[in-house]
């Protein structure tokens, strides 16, 4: 499985960027898809999961409301839209995916991880 996230870049803040996570090497249904983020000097932190029928996510509590995890299960696509962007958001982010039924904040729980995307968001 190979996974690659794009879609990262400098955004003031308030703004909004999507980000996404191609998929490729396996069967993308099978899997479910979640978004970590690692900001400089600090651990890789759990941002959000989808499970593979779409029809349960999980936020970490400092981006609910904000951000919004979804998947295209037809194109091999994870997303993750990004609003109301804050300086503390600036990171790079990872798509990773787990072949589990369960949704997970872990990130040992995922088996599989793309490169990271900067999200810069600035004053």
């Known amino acids: 499985v190979q996974l690659q996230a794009s879609g990262g870049g400098l955004v003031q803040t308030g703004g909004s960027l999507r980000l996404s996570c191609a998929f490729s090497g396996g069967v993308f249904v099978n899997h479910l898809m979640g978004w970590f983020r690692q ?9 959000a999961a989808i499970k593979r029928s779409n029809d349960f996510t999980m936020y970490a509590d400092f981006v609910k409301g904000r951000f919004t995890i ?17 300086q ?22 995922y088996d599989y991880w793309g490169q990271g995307t900067q999200v810069t968001v600035s004053s």
């Open 39 to 47: 900001a400089p000097g600090k651990e890789r932190e759990f941002v």
């Open 70 to 86: 979804s998947r295209d299960n037809a194109r091999n696509m994870a997303y993750l839209q990004m609003n109301n962007l804050k």
């Open 88 to 109: 503390e958001d600036t990171a790079d982010y990872f798509c990773a995916a787990r072949s589990n039924t369960w949704l997970s904040r872990n990130l040992d729980d």
